[in-house]
């Protein structure tokens, strides 16, 4: 039997938001690849293996991940969200670019719900109109070039959506990005904080963005900023499909 | 029995792309409300009322979920991939400021794949890194903050995926917007056509910049740009995760 590769996605934590197509692709692996918490969702079965890897190994998995398909077995490597928003899917082809010897792979990338796009749904409809994903990890990007983008996606008038905006390793950035924006945008622009979306610890929070500190995000947090049209309605937050001419 | 209302994603077309949460809201509806295309992939059942409507009428549709609901109904309203993202849930948010007497009305949200990432996923991972997500339709925006919008995109390095880019009505609109990304970025540049992804007329296609024409898109194609580092590694198209500082 000839074995394969596929990234799957599987959402942003609750189990109805994952694909039918990723739970029957799930049902068929013999090997699950992937970051401790997110291998730690697959249920174990008899025939099926886990090898769950700690974060910031992306490329050694996803060559393990090649390495185990050529010697015929079925692995799925697993994101959370979505595979291709700032996850293994990218890391996979750059594994596939450095050992042109799995070339002949069979691959398939398998999408999911994106923290962003749950986010905004729990919240009303933040992202309504055009919008930037940006990743704040500086691992793999230097800051002169996340504050290009930073005040790019302000100048363009874009609603933002922040991954990873926080960890230990790196306190201050954040800090850092809130001043940008508060030079580019007006202090009543709001910014959401959705921590741990569609799971029970699910909290999310909306201020202005004068009001905004560091200390409202982690790395479980999704961070959004409105447009300059980005308005509350009752509970909810929603940027209008349309600018006026 | 009090009603509500819900805006669910069904995904790009596949229905093994849909979310159980989505499945489970259709089953407890009594009205789905949508733009007729999404409602004729709803299958009839007893005790369950179509509302197919014309394209353009988002607000009137809108609104009639949200009277429906006063009168106990349980309506699902239906848009295609995510219905944060350029599709129903801005418009019922901008229903329901217009009516105030609706204020009260349960209302859910249900994210789905979105057609930008069934897209990157079927290509590879070309929104693998920082990227935008544009609307060119101009029904609600005015060309000048759509160009605004493109050339801060560009200059800020980000990979992009343009939804409705072309139709009967503005046939010249994506020639001028090829022209734009011809000024800003180099004539190698990878883009992406991905027509009806996930459904059996799938076809996506990927030339240099400097080969793309206005025919290669229509209003069934969701169109990627890559950003500078965005590269093929055999059949597929990917942007590493990293830009080296």
């Not at 450095?98 to 002949?104: C, K, L, M, N, R």
């Not at 990338?109 to 994903?133: E, N, Q, S, V």
């Not at 704040?136 to 874009?158: M, Q, T, V, W, Y």
């Amino acid at each position: 039997m000839s074995g394969w590769v596929t990234v799957a996605g599987l959402g942003p934590g609750r189990e109805d938001l994952v694909t039918p197509e990723v739970t029957a692709a799930l049902a068929e692996a013999t090997d699950i690849v992937g970051y401790i918490p997110y291998v730690a969702r697959i249920a174990p079965r008899e025939g099926l293996t886990l090898h769950p890897t700690d974060n910031r190994v992306e490329l050694d998995r996803a060559t393990h991940a090649l390495e185990m398909a050529a010697e015929g077995r079925r692995v799925v490597v697993v994101s959370s969200g979505d595979p291709g928003v700032f996850a293994m899917a990218s890391a996979l082809f750059e594994a596939l670019e450095a050992h042109p010897e799995h070339a002949g792979t069979e691959i398939r990338i398998l999408p999911g719900i994106t923290a962003m796009l749950a986010a905004a749904a729990a919240a009303g409809a933040p992202l309504g109109h055009d919008f930037c994903a940006i990743n704040l990890s500086d691992n793999l990007k230097p800051f002169e070039i996340l504050e290009k983008r930073l005040r790019h996606a302000a100048r363009g008038d874009f609603a933002m959506a922040f991954y990873n905006p926080r960890s230990k390793s790196r306190p201050h950035q954040f800090t850092r990005v809130l001043e940008i924006l508060r030079e580019e945008c007006e202090p009543g622009r709001l910014i959401l904080f959705a921590r741990a979306v569609t799971t029970p610890e699910q909290a999310i929070s909306v201020v202005e963005l004068r009001d905004a500190t560091p200390e409202m995000a982690d790395m479980r947090t999704v961070v959004l900023v409105g447009n300059a049209a980005t308005r509350r309605v009752g509970p909810w937050v929603y940027t209008p499909r349309g600018v006026a001419p």
